[in-house]
């Protein structure tokens, strides 16, 4: 049998909580061989923003968030990296009084700042982009709306990988991406709906996108006793490497624990666990297998 290796889907780090090094290596002391790592907004990274100095903000974020995959790397796991503009950073941005045309103007130069990486192959895709899971303003929800279909151009120009922040409403939410993604013709192997519930990771599926899951106990049980299509699904801790907040949602080392207290439980099989942590994500992110 081949050995059991884990992969998280989509994480993030921050130099200001572990860091990219420190959170890889316990990955991997637990079995961990691939991870997906996310830029988080600025002020994560200690980065503090003015409306006059938007742009430099995002650069020097960018750079610390390369930073942090130069440092996953070295500790010895494969890495995915995405960077984008999370729909929270429109209402955390006009919240600091910068206009939301200006708001769009900067998302717009962010993305292709970053598009440009994706196309030179120093990073793998756009994330996170979508759509607000909270209540706000109808104009910032067209103006996170206009940065998807942005990334959905790159990601179909220049072949990168989209991961999305999406609101979770099931049928309706897979249904109104799709209808963006194949107008733009973004094709759905390249697309992740993250942090998805079960409805949305079924219709996800169904129409060949992939889902990562939070690695929660309880939802992973849910979801292999509904015996879910495993297909085009992956696990993620969605970890923010905040030290105020440790563990949340999840610790990247916690999601291992959970799969093999349920393999042990006999709630899942080895082959199901290994075709979501190796094949799944050969397939969906394009790294040799461990
Ligand atoms: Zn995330």
């Known amino acids: 049998m081949r050995k059991l290796v884990f992969a998280d ?7 200001e909580g572990l860091g990219a090094y420190k959170v890889a290596s316990r990955f991997r002391e637990h079995d961990g061989w691939f991870m ?5 907004p600025p002020w994560h990274y200690g980065v503090s ?6 742009v430099e903000g995002y650069s020097k974020a960018i750079e610390i968030f390369l930073g942090e995959c130069s440092a996953a790397r070295e500790a010895g796991i494969k890495v995915s990296c995405l960077a984008g503009f999370h729909p929270a950073e429109v209402d955390k941005l006009i919240g600091i009084g910068v206009k939301p045309e200006d708001v769009l103007a900067l998302a717009e130069q962010v993305l292709e700042m970053e598009a440009s ?3 030179k192959g120093i990073i793998q895709g756009i994330g ?9 303003m109808p104009e910032r929800v067209a103006i996170v709306t206009s940065i998807m279909i942005k990334a959905f151009e790159y990601a179909r120009d220049y072949d990168c990988l989209v991961h999305l922040h999406l609101e979770n409403a099931g049928y309706v939410t897979v249904r109104t991406v799709n209808d ?14 993250h942090h998805a519930s079960l409805r949305v990771a079924e219709a996800a599926e169904n129409n060949g996108y992939y889902t990562t899951l939070p690695g929660k106990k309880e939802l992973l049980s849910r979801a292999f006793s509904k015996n879910i299509p495993i297909e085009t699904l992956l696990i993620e801790s969605d970890y923010i490497d905040d030290p105020k ?3 949340v949602s999840s610790c990247p080392w916690e999601i ?5 207290a349920l393999m042990r439980e006999g709630i899942v099989d080895e082959e199901t666990l290994f075709r979501i942590n190796v094949d799944n994500v050969v397939k969906y992110y394009g790294v040799e297998p461990p």
Not at 128 to 136: D, F, L, N, P, S
Not at 187 to 192: A, D, E, I, M, T
């Open 49 to 54: 923003l003015s409306p006059k100095s938007l």
């Open 9 to 15: 889907a989509h994480a993030h780090t921050s130099p």
């Open 117 to 119: 990486l994706c196309r």
């Open 245 to 247: 907040r440790p563990c």
């Open 180 to 193: 963006l993604a194949r107008l733009v013709g973004v094709p759905p192997h390249l697309v992740v709906f």
């Open 256 to 260: 291992i624990e959970n799969e093999l």
């Open 36 to 40: 997906a790592l996310v830029m988080l």
């Open 128 to 136: 996170e982009v979508g759509r607000q899971h909270y209540k706000t």
